[in-house]
Structure formats: structure tokens, C-alpha cells
């Protein structure tokens, strides 16, 4: 039995560049552009970083990324004004 293609599979170098050139355009869409970041922390550390994440009702790779832009972000502030 033959696979059939994804729609995605099918699309031309030309109809992916029109998508491209498309959704550039969209305002409403906000473009994420993110790097990945690997650490070590020690195992109490991270049992209580996942303990506050599930308090939040978080995954706690989501729980610490918020964590680390919002004391980035507050840093800073302070940071900008010297």
C-alpha cells in the first residue's frame, strides 16, 4: 500500500513561498522566535520548582521559563536606569 502524502508534502517551493510571504503580512499572528537553554539544578532545587509549578497548574519547564522572563524583565528595569 502506497503512503499517501500530507497536504503540507504536496505544497510547491512557489505556494510555500506565497504562505511565507502571506503570514508576514498578518499583524495578528505574533512570530515567536525562541533558543533552547539547558541548565542544572540540583534535585531539591527542582523538586521544589516542580512542587510550585504544580501549584500554579503549570508544567514546570513552563512555570520556571515565566519565572525566568519575569525577574529578567524586572532586573531589567533596574539594570536600564544606570
Do not use: C
Not at 500500500?1 to 500530507?6: A, D, L, P
Not at 516542580?50 to 531589567?76: H, M, N, S, V
Amino acid at each position: 500500500m502506497k503512503k499517501r502524502k500530507s497536504k503540507l508534502e504536496t505544497l510547491t517551493s512557489k505556494q510555500i513561498d506565497e504562505i511565507t510571504a502571506q503570514s508576514e503580512k498578518r499583524k495578528d499572528v505574533p512570530i515567536i522566535k525562541s533558543s533552547q537553554v539547558n541548565m542544572r539544578v540540583t534535585s531539591d532545587l527542582l523538586t521544589k520548582i516542580k512542587k510550585l509549578a504544580k501549584a500554579q497548574g503549570l508544567p514546570y519547564t513552563t512555570f520556571l521559563t515565566q519565572l525566568i522572563a519575569e525577574d529578567i524583565e524586572r532586573l531589567w528595569g533596574v539594570f536600564k536606569k544606570h
